[in-house]
């Protein structure tokens, strides 16, 4: 069985670009979540979908983060336009049903914003 | 705000010894909690989890203990490989989906 994937695994940009981070969880999975880690501190959640649905955004920073997750299979996570203190390794994870089903996370995309 | 703490960010023990990784929370809403183990450039795997209706797990070489009225608990590693040597995060959810993580503790093995 194939686990998450991200791509890409390594992004840098300029500041005022816009970037795009794509997650594909395990198959079957309805939950799919984001979380960032950012300078070697915790990892923070972002987001949650249930299917195509957010079910809790509460840590997503501000407008400049748009997710997405088109007919419930792969999201996306988009920023726009990008700022230094984005940069961070970005990891999506996926779940079954229960809360204390286990996350599975991928490899994560590590972004650098110059 | 940062509600699970893992105040060690390091540690070393040599290999066949016993690495203990403690963990401290402040939410008292937090009913699962788990341990999660990362490599370099890898995601973060699931090691083992705890439930806060027991005070133990037990899973091979890892055990997770849990006080809760102490909002605390611990990761047991026993005995100590070489292949350990990684980032533990431990984690905490509140009856729903999201986890909040402490910043890590990096864990070498000593030959």
């Known amino acids: 069985e194939a686990g998450v994937t991200q791509f890409p695994s390594h992004s840098v940009i300029e500041k005022g670009q816009t970037v795009t981070l794509r997650c594909d969880p395990i198959s079957g999975h309805d939950n799919l979540y984001w979380y960032r880690r950012v300078m070697g501190k915790e990892i923070k959640f972002l987001l949650h979908f249930v299917k195509e649905s957010k079910q809790d955004e509460s840590g997503m920073p501000n407008n400049r983060f748009l997710a997405e997750r088109t007919g419930g299979t792969y999201s996306t996570l988009k920023v726009q336009p990008a700022e230094l203190e984005d940069s961070g390794v970005y990891f999506c994870?996926?779940?079954?049903?229960?809360?204390?089903?286990?996350?599975?996370f991928g490899p994560g995309t590590r972004l650098t914003v110059l | 705000d940062q509600q699970v703490k893992q105040n060690s960010p390091s540690l070393s023990v040599q290999e066949g010894r016993i690495s203990i990784l403690n963990c401290d929370y402040t939410n008292s809403m937090f009913d699962y909690f788990l341990w999660y183990k990362k490599y370099p450039a890898e995601g973060p795997t699931f090691l083992i989890s705890?439930?806060?209706?027991?005070d133990k797990n037990e899973d091979g070489r890892f055990t997770v203990f849990l006080n809760k009225s102490a909002k605390h608990l611990s990761l047991h590693i026993v005995p100590s490989q070489p292949g350990d040597s990684a980032v533990y995060f431990c984690a905490a959810s509140a009856n729903d989906y999201k986890l909040s993580f402490g910043a890590g503790t990096t864990v070498t093995v000593r030959a």
């Open positions: 705890i439930s806060s209706i027991k």
């Open positions: 994870a996926s779940s079954n049903s229960r809360h204390t089903d286990t996350q599975y």
